[in-house]
């Protein structure tokens, strides 16, 4: 499996993605039972409210070889912060249309 993990950029001061590397690295969370190797193909921020770049920064992934997208868990859990992204549910649905259905989307991490 080759993921290209999409964050929050509101959390970007308070996480560096710690979390986010170590359920993948043990395969806890959105990645418990994958058997498959593991690579991060890129992490990126959405690039800001409301989201817009979020999709060609996945377009971009998968270009480089992703073959699943990830939203990191503050997107749609609002880990962290306790506050879920009030765009999150349309970001995810416009990287769905764009990357298609050959791509897998996970829409959290841990």
Do not use: Y
């Not at 001061?13 to 359920?23: A, E, I, L, R, S």
């Not at 593991?38 to 377009?59: H, L, N, Q, Y």
């Not at 868990?73 to 349309?90: M, T, V, Y």
């Amino acid at each position: 499996m080759k993921v290209g993990i999409i964050r929050c950029m509101q959390t970007e001061d308070m996480c560096p993605g710690t979390t986010d590397f170590k359920v993948i690295k043990e395969k806890k969370g959105a990645f418990e039972g994958v058997e498959e190797d593991i690579d991060i193909i890129g992490f990126e921020s959405c690039g800001g409210c409301p989201g817009k770049k979020a999709v060609m920064r996945a377009t971009e992934m998968v270009r480089r070889g992703a073959d699943t997208i990830v939203l990191a868990s503050c997107i749609l859990r609002g880990n962290p912060i306790g506050f879920a992204c009030p765009h999150g549910e349309k970001m995810k649905e416009a990287i769905w249309q764009k990357i298609g259905e050959d791509i897998k989307l996970i829409d959290w991490t841990h």
